[in-house]
């Protein structure tokens, strides 16, 4: 009579065979970076007095490396070769002059960001500034860790 521990089936999560951990540990990363990024920025905007909370202006960073964060991680390895792209106006030079947008607005991003510390929140309110900056650092680095942390897998679990 065979084992109890050697009769269940393995979770799709654990199995090797489905998912290397490789691309399991940089999603989790990845996604967790993002929401941190956005759950710091709330929390702040959440605790800054009624009369300190920062304009709507300063949140555009964020939105535009959420939108470069977006435009990287929609271009597969496989298009960037030219093999698993073959259509479309402007075929693969077009996914290469896309994936260089998105990291364009994505270190933008940043630069604007620390811009905006430096000549908005040098003399009162640093931790929103800071926070605003941590925020863009985050979402890159996370568009960063899924882009290029995964392995070329296309199959998930046999989807």
Not at 108 to 134: C, D, P, R, Y
Request: charged content about 10%.
């Amino acid at each position: 009579m065979p084992n109890l521990a050697e009769s269940l089936q393995m979770c799709m999560w654990f199995d090797v065979n489905v998912i290397s951990r490789r691309n399991l540990l940089s999603t989790v990363v990845s996604s967790v970076l993002f929401f941190l990024a956005w759950w710091l920025v709330i929390g702040i905007a959440a605790i800054s007095e009624k009369g300190s909370t920062p304009d709507f202006s300063y949140y555009i960073c964020g939105i535009l490396g959420t939108i470069s964060f977006i435009m990287v991680n929609t271009v597969s390895n496989e298009m960037l070769n030219g093999t698993g792209y073959e259509g479309g106006i402007c075929g693969s030079n077009g996914i290469k002059i896309w994936l260089f947008t998105g990291f364009v607005l994505g270190f933008a991003s940043v630069i604007a960001s620390v811009w905006l510390l430096i000549s908005e929140f040098t003399e009162k309110n640093h931790f929103q500034g800071m926070g605003i900056v941590l925020q863009n650092f985050f979402i890159l680095f996370a568009s960063l860790i899924y882009k290029f942390g995964r392995n070329d897998e296309t199959s998930f679990g046999g989807f």
